[in-house]
C-alpha cells in the first residue's frame, strides 16, 4: 500500500538533517548539534551565500517565469525514445481497470539520501509552492510548532518567509512524463501549473476526472479536470501541467 512521505515527524527530521549536513565547518566545530539561528542569519550573510551553492542538483527555476515553465520541466528528465513511447502509449485505452501491476511497481520511489533531498515550500502570501533553495533558519511557536525561514529558489532575501514544517513543507513534486500518465487516479492529489493573466504558479490540486485518450507521437493526449485546493476553482489541464507526490512502500 503506497502512502506519502510527508507526516510531521518524518519531514521534521528530513529538514533538520539536511541543515547538520549543510552548515559550514566552522559553526559544527563549535556547536556540533545545534542548528542556525535567526541571529546567525543575520550577521553570517556570507555563510547563507555558500549554502546555496552547496545546494546539490537545485530544482529548476520553473516556477519563475511562466514561458519557460514547460521547456524547463521537459529538460529536467530525459526523454524516452519515440519508438519506447510509441511501444507505451500505443497499449493505452479507455479502460480505467486494466492497469498493470507492473507499471505500478514502476511509480514506487526510492527513497533519497540525504544530500539529494530537495523540498518544496507552501508561500502564506499566494499558497503557491515554491521550491526551496535553502534554509536559513528555525524556530519554535508559542504553541510547539516549528517553523523553518526558507528561501525560495529564484528568489531574493526580500522574498523569505518562515513556513510551517508540519503544514507547508514537503519532498519536492515530481514532473510526470507521458508513459506515466495511468499512475494518476481520481481523488489524487497533484500539483498543478496555474496559468492566470497576472501569474503563473503551482498550486495543490486533486483529480475531478478522467478523460483517457491513444496517446500519439506527440506522447500523453488524456485530459485531467482537476479541483484547486486553495480556491476550489476548477479547471481542464494536460498532462504537462501535473506534477506527482513521491511514492514509497
Request: aromatic share 6%.
Amino acid at each position: 500500500m503506497f502512502h506519502h512521505v510527508s507526516s510531521y515527524d518524518t519531514v521534521f527530521q528530513q529538514v533538520r538533517g539536511w541543515f547538520l549536513d549543510k552548515l559550514p565547518a566552522s559553526t559544527t566545530t563549535t556547536k556540533p548539534t545545534c542548528l542556525p539561528t535567526t541571529s546567525e542569519e543575520k550577521t553570517k550573510p556570507s555563510e547563507a551565500h555558500v549554502l546555496v551553492s552547496e545546494v546539490k542538483g537545485s530544482p529548476s527555476e520553473e516556477k519563475t517565469s511562466a514561458p519557460e515553465a514547460h521547456v524547463l520541466i521537459s529538460e529536467a528528465k530525459a526523454e524516452p525514445s519515440e519508438e519506447k513511447v510509441l511501444a507505451l502509449d500505443t497499449s493505452i485505452s479507455n479502460n480505467e481497470d486494466a492497469l498493470s501491476p507492473d507499471l505500478l511497481k514502476e511509480t514506487i520511489d526510492k527513497v533519497p539520501e540525504l544530500e539529494d533531498l530537495q523540498f518544496e515550500a507552501k508561500s502564506s502570501k499566494d499558497s503557491a509552492w515554491y521550491d526551496v533553495a535553502i534554509f536559513l533558519a528555525h524556530r519554535k511557536t508559542s504553541s510547539g510548532e516549528v517553523e523553518v525561514r526558507v528561501r525560495f529558489n529564484g528568489f531574493g532575501a526580500e522574498e523569505d518567509e518562515w513556513i510551517n514544517v508540519k503544514k507547508a513543507i514537503r519532498q519536492q513534486s515530481i514532473p510526470l512524463e507521458s508513459s506515466e500518465c495511468r499512475t494518476i487516479a481520481k481523488g489524487d492529489l497533484v500539483l498543478c501549473f496555474k496559468e492566470s493573466n497576472d501569474d503563473a504558479l503551482h498550486f495543490d490540486a486533486h483529480v475531478v476526472d478522467i478523460q483517457r485518450k491513444q496517446h500519439d507521437i506527440r506522447g500523453c493526449r488524456c485530459v485531467f479536470h482537476v479541483e484547486y485546493v486553495h480556491d476550489q476553482s476548477q479547471e481542464v489541464v494536460n498532462l504537462k501541467r501535473l506534477s506527482r507526490r513521491p511514492k514509497y512502500l
